[in-house]
């Protein structure tokens, strides 16, 4: 029997480990590939580990790529925006879900549930149609607006089953005191949900990081692109690419979401687990 058990155990650390191999094993490559020649890349027989590692990718990065560093600030710059509306926008709208109840709740609840059925690409000719009519093209402005729509149903959903979790009593209890929805709202439910809150800045943020439809579709001035989209178009030439410059570029792309994640995981992860099983 305990044979069979110690068997069992390997047999599932061995998965795990498959698993994790499989994940990370991305990962691996785009950054040892970052201190790789270019030439080195090309080989027709891959090397797991660079013959000579080198760090000149970095530096030609740094020095002679000034345009990844527009696209990098136009990419903090939406990307922030786009979660700091969002949450707020989710707040409310959260809010008023969960505690106004009224015929037409369920058919709000399917509206949101229904529109993440579709793609992304299928919206997006009318939303460049309207955008254009607003004269919201090529701006940063009708960009965080067009990312915050496509945020804002699933964060509202998220949003009003935190809400849910609070009881009505703490609020009774408040406008007996004499306080108002909104006062009731902002100084004794939202504390209360700051977890979900966490969850729906976190979740936007890294989701409009690495956005490239929106961005390729309402953006064609080259200084207002955003990462994604800026590199797409800038680095992947038509006959050959720098592999080495583009992993290099992915690798420092990916840094600032690796530093979100590592310092809020627990309260991403806590609101997320939190909200799907309280709601």
Not at 108 to 137: C, E, G, T, W
Not at 160 to 173: K, L, N, R
Not at 207 to 220: A, P, V
Request: net charge positive; glycine share 6%; aromatic share 14%.
């Amino acid at each position: 029997m305990k044979e069979r058990n110690a068997l069992l155990s390997a047999g599932k650390w061995a998965l795990l480990i498959l698993i994790l191999f499989f994940l990370l094993f991305p990962l691996y490559w785009v950054l040892i590939t970052s201190f790789k020649t270019n030439m080195e890349a090309y080989r027709a027989i891959p090397t797991f580990f660079p013959d000579a590692p080198t760090v000149e990718s970095y530096i030609k990065l740094f020095t002679e790529n000034n345009d990844f560093f527009v696209y990098y600030k136009n990419n903090f710059i939406v990307s922030g925006a786009t979660a700091l509306i969002t949450t707020c926008l989710a707040i409310l709208a959260g809010y008023g879900l969960s505690r106004f109840h009224f015929k037409w709740n369920g058919i709000v609840v399917a509206l949101l549930l229904s529109s993440q059925m579709f793609p992304v690409v299928s919206r997006m000719i009318s939303l460049y149609d309207l955008m254009n009519k607003m004269h919201l093209i090529n701006t940063l402005t009708g960009l965080v607006f067009a990312l915050t729509a496509a945020m804002l149903p699933f964060t509202v959903m998220l949003m009003s089953s935190f809400f849910d979790s609070v009881p009505t009593a703490v609020e009774e209890a408040a406008y007996v005191d004499g306080a108002s929805r909104i006062a009731v709202l902002w100084r004794i439910v939202v504390p209360l949900v700051k977890p979900g809150m966490l969850a729906v800045g976190i979740y936007s943020f890294l989701m409009t990081w690495d956005d490239y439809l929106h961005c390729i579709t309402l953006i064609q001035n080259d200084s207002l692109r955003t990462m994604s989209a800026g590199v797409a178009m800038r680095y992947l030439g038509e006959l050959s690419y720098d592999w080495s410059l583009i992993n290099t570029i992915s690798i420092i792309g990916t840094v600032p979401m690796l530093l979100l994640f590592f310092f809020f995981q627990k309260y991403m992860v806590k609101g997320l687990v939190a909200g799907a099983v309280k709601g």
